[in-house]
């Protein structure tokens, strides 16, 4: 049984090249990090995986979406797919609490689901979803275990060109 990944990048549609952050919440909550979202938004989510996904679809929080190839990185040789989803109709997350970010990415009949922990801001004045450490991309550690992908680590990492926004 050998451990694989894929690594998911996610960024604002709209804003060209602004970034997604996400801040350490220690052990108040499920995992020790928190992806910061906002609401009424449309993002392009990248997959990083040396697997061919071609003609496949992945679900965003229950919607259906087709993965759209890109083109093959050398650095890893990991092809590359693009979807578009939208946060539009979920509600921003209350005070203390935190939301899911859920996506299944086919591998095997079964698919890897993974459950992100987020929370979801409204823009506006005092966005907090644009404060925090600027996030390059979620790696997903996963094994097969009797043709079921189990999901082993889900890490956070920093995106070192972008500069933290902190209060």
Avoid: H
Avoid at 126 to 150: C, F, H, S, T
Wanted: hydrophobic share 35%; charged share 30%.
């Amino acid at each position: 049984m050998e451990d694989e990944s894929v690594q998911l990048e996610i960024v604002p549609q709209d804003e060209e090249g602004e970034a997604v952050f996400f801040k350490e919440d220690g052990g108040r909550f499920d995992t020790p990090q928190t992806l910061k979202l906002m609401i009424d938004t449309k993002y392009t989510l990248r997959v990083y995986s040396k697997k061919d996904f071609s003609g496949s679809d992945i679900l965003i929080n229950g919607d259906i979406l087709q993965m759209i190839p890109g083109e093959r990185q050398e650095e890893g040789r990991q092809q590359v797919y693009s979807v578009v989803f939208n946060t539009g109709g979920i509600e921003k997350t209350k005070r203390a609490d935190r939301s899911v970010l859920a996506v299944q990415i086919p591998t095997l009949p079964s698919g890897i689901l993974v459950a992100i922990q987020c929370k979801y801001y409204r823009a506006g004045r005092e966005n907090k979803a644009i404060w925090g450490v600027p996030l390059r991309r979620v790696n997903i550690q996963y094994k097969i275990v009797a043709d079921v992908a189990v999901v082993d680590t889900v890490i956070f990492t920093r995106d070192n060109l972008k500069k933290n926004k902190i209060v």
